[in-house]
């Protein structure tokens, strides 16, 4: 079994940052995209950052420039640094891992954490 594990979520003063992990657990042979999205109250669910294998990124228009997504394969781990925190950023964050192959199989299955709470407030 393919399980997302996330860590590093919690409450931090506007400005300030926050590191965000997520580790693939299980067999795995490969993993195409990595990536976090997030879900404020009362909001829907929205992208923050894709990386993929070979390194290629995009952010949503309202973190660019302040947080930077991060892969190490050979971990099958995807980071997400946050730097100047806005209030607006306050949701839970949940890691991607897109078509991931197990051993085996020849399709991929996209697989969700289960989220890490970021708050930013004073």
């Known amino acids: 079994q393919v399980q997302l594990v996330e860590s590093g979520g919690g409450l931090v003063q506007p400005g300030g940052s926050l590191r965000l992990s997520c580790a693939a657990s299980?067999?795995?042979?490969?993993?195409?995209?990595m990536g976090w999205d997030r879900q404020a109250p009362g909001k829907q669910r929205e992208l923050v950052a894709r990386?993929?294998?070979?390194?290629?990124?995009n952010y949503a228009d309202s973190v660019k420039g302040r947080f930077t997504i991060s892969r190490d394969n050979a971990k099958n781990t995807v980071y997400l640094q946050m730097d100047s925190l806005k209030p607006e950023d306050t949701a839970v964050y949940y890691c991607?891992?897109?078509?991931?192959?197990?051993?085996?199989?020849?399709?991929?299955?996209?697989?969700w954490g289960k989220g890490t709470l970021v708050t930013v407030s004073s």
């Open positions: 991607n891992a897109d078509q991931v192959v197990v051993p085996g199989s020849p399709y991929g299955i996209d697989y």
């Open positions: 299980g067999s795995i042979f490969s993993i195409n995209t």
């Open positions: 990386v993929t294998t070979g390194g290629s990124t």
